[in-house]
């Protein structure tokens, strides 16, 4: 089974602080995303990468980075958290010779005070 | 770019009884994969089902099934014989087949929460 997990269920930090969401998957799959999740809005895509060390922005990049420096992990950064990023983060990863599915992890509750 | 709608916040069916949730997109892609997710209570989002635009006959998989229907841009999903562990958020989701690094990327529709009751 393919397996995507994510560093924390539920995360609260502060205004201003800094924070990294991890995510790790073990197929060994090329492509990977993340989201964010929001009522009313549905999944909307922050970030992906299609190979390590490469990444293209998704629909809503501002006020966040990421990072892939080894195929199995893919890293979000909100460089200084504010409360408009409070909201589920979803991590998602594909094989590129396969596209038809993404597969998920269960996600992290961030609120940020 | 391309849209995805659910106009339909929340549904509820009683257990057993077929229920349908609706999907409409907007794209001026000819080749392009359409998808359900299924999202329960805190549980991870799977995929239910898949249909390339190229085929004109719906896909089915057990109990659910879509209706697809290109020239309207419109993709439903019928469940049928409900069950409790049906209830779930539902989301219909879009890709292009073009090609290119952002090929492998999903637009999502809002989400339908459906509650099935016993």
């Known amino acids: 089974d393919v397996k995507v997990t994510q560093s924390s269920r539920y995360l609260v930090k502060r205004t201003g602080e800094k924070v990294f969401l991890e995510c790790v998957q073990d197929m060994d799959h090329e492509n990977m995303f993340w989201y964010r999740q929001d009522p009313g809005l549905g999944l909307r895509l922050i970030y992906f990468s299609y190979d390590v060390k490469m990444k293209e922005k998704g629909d809503i990049p501002e006020g966040y980075s990421v990072s892939r420096e080894k195929k199995e992990r893919f890293s979000l950064i909100l460089e200084s958290a504010s409360t408009n990023q409070t909201s589920m983060y979803l991590c998602?990863?594909?094989?590129?010779?396969?596209?038809?599915?993404?597969?998920f992890g269960p996600g992290t509750r961030l609120t940020v005070t | 770019a391309q849209t995805v709608t659910q106009s339909q916040p929340e549904m509820s069916v009683q257990e057993a009884e077929t229920v349908t949730l609706s999907c409409t997109y907007d794209?001026?892609?000819?080749?392009?994969?359409l998808f359900w997710y299924k999202q329960p209570p805190s549980r991870q989002m799977i995929l239910v089902i898949r249909?390339?635009?190229?085929?004109?006959q719906n896909a089915t998989e057990n109990r659910f099934s879509v209706n697809f229907q290109k020239a309207a841009k419109s993709f439903s999903l019928k469940i049928s014989d409900s069950q409790l562990g049906d209830t779930a958020m539902y989301f219909c989701a879009f890709r292009r087949n073009a090609g290119g690094t952002s090929y492998g990327k999903l637009t999502f529709g809002q989400g339908t929460i459906l509650t099935v009751h016993p």
């Open positions: 794209t001026s892609e000819n080749n392009y994969y």
């Open positions: 998602a990863s594909s094989p590129t010779k396969s596209l038809y599915e993404q597969y």
């Open positions: 249909q390339e635009a190229y085929k004109q």
